[in-house]
């Protein structure tokens, strides 16, 4: 038994062990023989031959050392520290098994790598931020440093009191210094020729002075008043450790009550099993503590950091391997290609985000005079849809060039359909009903006969494939012959331009992407789409419109007369201002214009008409004018 | 034994005349005439070219002026004639069909400000930098009679523009203040003063035709009730405006002609802020006139050119521009809505049309019909990305095809300067101020 567990590849072992004990067990029942015949070891710890492995562990017990050999054996045996009886693992074995899979050395070295590029990030950034040369920039970042470092102080003394007197300590750092250094007491030269100026200049003493209100601010010490402190504690929140009222992040978090320790770590030891869960809860918290926020990296950092703490602490953890999942298994966006609202292609299609009104003219330095000009501008427009590729084979693009790209062709041979087999087989009647299958087949049965009869002469499967291979070959794109007979050498009938020649002026094809149908025998997929239309149709929403399907029931119903009776086309094509050639149109008169006066459109008013209906009784204008 | 016969009622195929088209009975079945939407689009895509190749806007030039064109009037009667005022001085009245000039006159020693029709259309008014204003018959003086005036008033200060009541013998004239006077007088029946800058131009309301509108060099329009003695209330903006017009549909509406590119239609009742900003003019805009239907207005700019603006509509929806016109410095819109006319400064009157590729003359009603059904089929598919592109594209000269790209630019530059400002300032610091809004300095009551 063990020499069998020894035995399987260390990978083989750890996927055992983590769907547990009994898989464990069943690698060892006797369904075992017949895996090793498949499966040679690829290294077994001891160098023995592989034939010893076949030795069951009770065979083992009971043998005694009899022949010479046997002896030989298990001195050997006893040698590389072999147990013999002892059913546990070698020390050699514990080893191996302890090293790390090849998948999980490449997912830590994967890991790894990411945490040092962004470390890199990181320090490129504070480089970067070093080098900004804005002074008030830095004042500003100094400001804030030290009131963080004010802020962390104060949560530090209350939680730990040692902490806090080294901080304490470092934070006087600066204070010191400038104590040291000779800034802000008005000895530099500036300073010294502001003190000159000092007596007349009004300014300047008010400079001097603030030079000197720095130099005592910077100086002063840092007061701490640990008895007021507690005494605020004592009457507050009184006899409670402040880790009781923080919030606990899980329900697996040791009791702050018997830790007796800053919650903070207690969610470490709490929530190690699912980093992010930690982050999540973590940075809430962190905003909550100090108002600057963690920038992004720093997160990740922590959360490499934690990462590797939580694999430390319990390796081969069953959540390991979700939460390690890489990001090209993820589910990819099945997204329906994005439709285009056609003229006559009905489609999805998403409101534009556009504000109501642009410039209603494009206007351009060219002049457009000839139709041809018209058409080489519309064309413009459409030039732009082209360079767009096609969605689907954009959507298809990175997901192939992913790492699963080796082994996607593999999976989907198991799949796949034999095309061999398709095409080479006599094709065979296929027995599918036109109409829906209904439950008695004995009432379709002379229904289908008849279908039957009728199709007798036709074999669909075999058509359908020819077509598709027409489809195929036409798809094809071809070489172009661009050879002149007789330029540059002799012409004639009967020869034939030089082979060299041909070669040279036959222009190869470039090879098409393989096509989507290639394994599909049963579907043509039309790879061609019309480009020409696309260019016609509308790619978004217009404004008014709130749903694609208004707009399409604004364009849908025609107005011509080839479609609608005379009466109606001339409905539907009334302009909404209608003018007389030749007729003043006088300004619209204050009666006119109240909306309570009921008096009729005065004649030779305004031709203004907002419906076709009160066209009938427009008033002809009273006369016309010179 | 009896006979069916085929009746028919003849009303169904007889024509009425023999130039009559036959009559085809037609079978309106949707399943006879597939394609519908297909074909409609096609036959719009073609009459959006169609309308591009013929959008020849330009019509004719009147050229006799010897300066530059600074004011022109419509005949309230007469759709051929219109009268126009020059710089030196000169007033030309002309036949538009015959395009010819029918009548000249000196009118005034140096600018001839402003000029006006008479409602009645047998006599206008003008006014000149001699601090005159002139009533003059439109008809010319017979044989033998000298060129006079009617009247002759004589102010003490230069008037700068004069605009006659659309119903009863007023007009009102401007330049130091706004004055109102009776025809038969000569001193104002009243005069308006808010503020002591000089006003560029007054304009009456032609529906409300007691109110009038008139804009002054401090930057502000104000308005006032013929019936009152003080002025009602004024809009100050950013710049001057120099011109403003009144709709003529909407009786509360005007549009005024700024110096900073921009025309602002208002809401009389609401100067607060105009109802709609029109941009598009490069320069700044010295006149504007309205379509006497009220959907549109025309605009004169510094820049060359004019535009056309739909009232409802933030940009121009046409612009016309020829090599030779210089700064158009007046625009009327004919009474029939046909036409455009625009003086400009180097001393032609030019005639355009106002839908430019509109087929002048008498239509055939198939024609009209055939128009009718482009137009629908234009408008229902504009949307479209070819029809759209096609129909937008208009032609500009470099000047201001390079200015307008400066302007684009320098627009964005401040919108992002804002944008940063923002970004970096406590919210709420920087409110968001509306392309309307910008622009109102203040509302004095």
């Known amino acids: ?626 | 034994m009896r006979v069916k016969v085929l009746s028919r009622n003849p009303d169904d195929y007889v024509r009425e005349t023999k130039q009559d088209l036959q009559r085809v009975p037609r079978n309106y079945d949707p399943s006879l005439h597939p394609f519908e939407v297909p074909r409609e689009y096609m036959r719009a895509l073609n009459a959006t070219k169609l309308e591009r190749v013929f959008a020849k806007p330009f019509l004719a030039s009147l050229d006799g002026h010897r300066d530059g064109v600074n004011c022109m009037a419509k005949h309230p009667q007469s759709l051929s004639t219109v009268l126009s005022g020059a710089c030196d001085g000169e007033v030309r009245i002309w036949n538009l069909t015959k395009r010819e000039c029918i009548r000249t006159l000196q009118a005034h020693e140096g600018f001839v400000r402003g000029i006006c029709a008479r409602f009645c259309g047998t006599s206008f008014f003008t006014v000149g930098d001699d601090k005159t204003v002139k009533h003059w018959k439109i008809d010319g003086p017979g044989y033998g009679e000298e060129e006079e005036p009617m009247h002759t008033i004589l102010g003490k200060t230069v008037y700068t523009g004069i605009d006659h009541h659309w119903k009863e013998a007023v007009f009102a004239t401007c330049g130091h203040q706004v004055d109102i006077w009776d025809e038969q007088r000569t001193s104002p029946i009243c005069s308006l003063t808010w503020g002591v800058d000089s006003i560029n131009s007054v304009k009456f309301n032609p529906i409300e035709t007691y109110l009038l509108g008139s804009c002054a060099s401090d930057r502000n329009i104000v308005l006032y009730d013929m019936r009152q003695s003080t002025p009602l209330k004024k809009v100050i903006l950013d710049m001057r405006t120099n011109t403003l017009c009144w709709n003529p549909m909407e009786a509360f509406i005007f549009t005024s002609a700024n110096e900073d590119h921009n025309l602002y239609t208002f809401d009389m009742r609401f100067l607060e802020s105009p109802v709609m900003v029109h941009m598009d003019h490069v320069s700044a805009v010295l006149d504007v006139d309205y379509s006497p239907t009220g959907k549109e207005f025309v605009s004169a700019s510094f820049d060359k050119s004019i535009r056309i603006f739909p009232v409802d509509k933030g940009h121009s929806r046409e612009v016309y521009h020829t090599k030779r016109m210089q700064h158009v410095i007046t625009v009327k819109w004919t009474s029939d809505s046909k036409y455009i006319l625009c003086g400009s400064d180097e001393m032609n009157i030019r005639l355009w049309k106002a839908n430019a590729s509109e087929k002048l003359g008498v239509l055939a009603p198939r024609e009209k019909a055939a128009m009718n059904y482009s137009q629908k089929l234009k408008e229902k598919f504009h949307h479209h990305p070819q029809i759209k592109r096609i129909a937008r594209h208009r032609h500009l000269p470099k000047a201001i095809y390079s200015q307008a790209k400066e302007q684009r630019i320098m627009r964005e530059a401040r919108r992002r300067k804002e944008l940063n400002r923002r970004k970096h300032s406590k919210p709420g610091s920087l409110p968001f101020v509306p392309e309307k809004k910008k622009h109102i300095v203040a509302v004095v009551k």
């Open chain 1, 1 to 626: 038994m063990l020499r069998l567990a020894a035995l399987l590849p260390v990978a083989n072992l750890e996927a055992h062990r983590e769907k547990g004990a009994p898989t464990f067990l069943w690698a060892c029942s006797g369904a075992v023989g017949r895996m090793f015949q498949s499966r040679q070891p690829e290294r077994s710890p001891w160098g023995a031959p592989c034939m010893l492995s076949m030795f069951s562990l009770a065979a083992l017990s009971v043998l005694k050392a009899q022949t010479p050999l046997e002896q030989e054996i298990f001195s050997l045996l006893h040698k590389t520290k072999q147990p013999v009886t002892d059913p546990l693992l070698t020390p050699l074995e514990e080893a191996s098994l302890r090293a790390m899979s090849l998948e999980e050395a490449q997912l830590r070295r994967a890991e790894l790598q990411k945490a040092r590029a962004l470390q890199s990030y990181y320090e490129a950034k504070a480089r970067r931020e070093k080098k900004i040369k804005s002074k008030k920039y830095h004042r500003v970042l100094q400001k804030g440093r030290s009131r963080k470092a004010l802020k962390e102080f104060e949560v530090l003394k209350k939680l730990d009191p040692e902490a806090a007197l080294t901080k304490l300590e470092e934070m006087e750092r600066p204070r010191i210094e400038e104590r040291m250094s000779l800034k802000h007491q008005n000895k530099g030269k500036w300073a010294r020729s502001r003190a000159i100026m000092a007596k007349y200049n009004l300014e300047a003493r008010r400079a001097m002075q603030e030079q000197l209100a720095k130099n005592k601010e910077l100086t002063q010490k840092v007061r701490v008043e640990p008895e007021s402190d507690e005494e605020i504690d004592m009457t507050g929140e009184g006899l409670l450790p402040d880790s009781v009222n923080q919030v606990q992040p899980s329900m697996e978090g040791a009791n702050p009550w018997m830790l007796g320790k800053p919650s903070s770590e207690a969610k470490d030891s709490g929530t190690q099993e699912d980093p992010k869960d930690t982050r999540e809860s973590a940075a809430p918290e962190d905003a909550g503590n100090e108002e600057e926020v963690v920038s992004e990296e720093e997160i990740l950092l922590q959360d490499f950091e934690q990462r590797r703490c939580a694999r430390q602490q319990q390796a081969g953890s069953p959540e390991r391997h979700s939460e390690w999942a890489r990001p090209d298994v993820e589910i990819r966006n099945s997204q329906p290609r994005e439709s285009r609202l056609g003229i006559w292609s009905p489609g999805q299609v998403e409101p534009a985000v556009q504000e109501p009104e642009g410039p209603l003219l494009s206007e351009q330095l060219g002049r457009l005079q000839t139709l041809e000009e018209m058409d080489a501008l519309g064309q413009e427009e459409g030039a732009e849809e082209q360079a767009q590729p096609w969605p689907t084979r954009a959507l298809q693009g990175p997901e192939e060039e992913g790492s699963f790209g080796e082994e996607r062709p593999a999976r989907k041979q198991k799949k796949m359909i034999n095309l061999q087999a398709v095409l080479a087989e006599e094709s065979h009647v296929i027995q599918c009903p036109s109409l829906p299958v209904s439950e008695e087949k004995e009432e379709d049965e002379d229904q289908r006969l008849m279908i039957k009869e009728a199709f007798a002469g036709d074999d669909v499967v075999a058509d359908f494939l020819q077509e598709k291979h027409k489809a195929e070959q036409a798809g094809k794109p071809e070489a172009v012959d661009l050879v002149l007979p007789g330029w540059g050498e002799w012409g004639g009938t009967g020869l034939r331009p030089s082979a060299r020649k041909r070669k040279r002026f036959l222009i190869k094809p470039v090879p098409e992407l393989p096509r989507e149908d290639r394994h599909l025998p049963h579907v043509i997929i039309s790879q061609q789409r019309n480009i020409l239309a696309a260019a016609h149709q509308v790619n978004e929403l217009p404004f008014p419109f709130d749903h694609c399907q208004q707009f399409e029931r604004s364009v849908r119903a025609p107005v011509g007369p080839t479609w609608n009776t005379q009466r109606g086309f001339q409905k539907l094509t009334a302009p909404r201002i209608l003018t007389q050639p030749g007729h003043i149109i006088q300004p619209i008169s204050a009666e006119e214009a109240s909306p309570r006066s009921a008096v009729p459109i005065r004649a030779g008013g305004p031709d203004l008409l907002p419906t076709a209906q009160q066209s009938r009784h427009r008033p002809r204008p009273r006369k016309k004018a010179r």
